[in-house]
């Protein structure tokens, strides 16, 4: 007997991932082949190349590739209490300032993180894409503008934010002026440019007057 045919005969088969192995191993693919292609050129075929299965088993949990990407998407960033939402709402040592603080440090290191380099990817596709568009902010943005929103209303009760600012498009300020500076202008955020946006937009937007 050949030591390859000794080799062959000891060596376990590789093992065919199912359930939660395979689903992790396909969103990781997803957001390889995003980071290697962008979303137009990437396909459902090249995914389930690099996860080692058939397109079939994609299509089985995804029917749609934009189902598929939100899906790897929201996965792959933190949710919603990753960044510190809605937990400061139950601290009362945590003033609103503080806690909106923190969400701009969190937000900040997602945006510049290769999963953020992704998610911004994904948000020029989606300008072109309406049904990738509606995901995205229905699955990730939605939670999130909510925790926000929790946030806001925790600190008008408590008389730190302006009766009137617990609203969608205040929650909305931080991480678009935060996104646009990262996205457009290529900042790199860290505490001195947080500590302005903070400073000169979002708690002037928000402080009691």
């Known amino acids: 007997m050949t030591t390859s045919e000794t080799v062959a005969e000891v060596a376990p088969p590789t093992q065919r991932r199912r359930g939660v192995a395979l689903e992790d191993a396909i969103r990781q693919a997803v957001f390889d082949e995003l980071s290697a292609v962008g979303y137009t050129a990437m396909s459902v075929e090249s995914v389930a190349a690099r996860a080692r299965t058939g397109k079939a088993s994609i ?7 934009q189902e598929l990407v939100a899906d790897a998407l929201i996965a792959g960033l933190p949710a919603p209490a990753d960044l510190s939402l809605p937990l400061p ?12 603080h923190g969400v701009a440090r969190t937000i900040a290191a997602v945006i ?20 990738l568009a509606r995901l995205v902010d229905e699955r990730f943005h939605a939670p999130r503008r909510a925790a926000m929103l929790g946030l806001l209303r925790r600190g008008v009760e408590r008389g730190e934010v302006r009766p009137g600012a617990d ?27 947080l500590r302005e946006i903070m400073d000169q937009v979002v708690i002037p937007l928000v402080e009691v007057r």
């Open 59 to 65: 299509y089985r949990r995804w029917p749609t590739k």
């Open 167 to 193: 609203t969608p498009l205040v929650a909305d300020v931080l991480p678009a002026v935060l996104t646009h500076r990262v996205l457009m202008m290529g900042e790199q955020l860290g505490e001195p440019e």
């Open 112 to 131: 510049t993180s290769p999963a953020g380099a992704v998610m911004r990817a994904i948000k020029f596709e989606a300008l072109t894409d309406p049904e």
């Open 89 to 100: 709402v139950y601290d009362e040592s945590i003033t609103t300032v503080e806690a909106l």
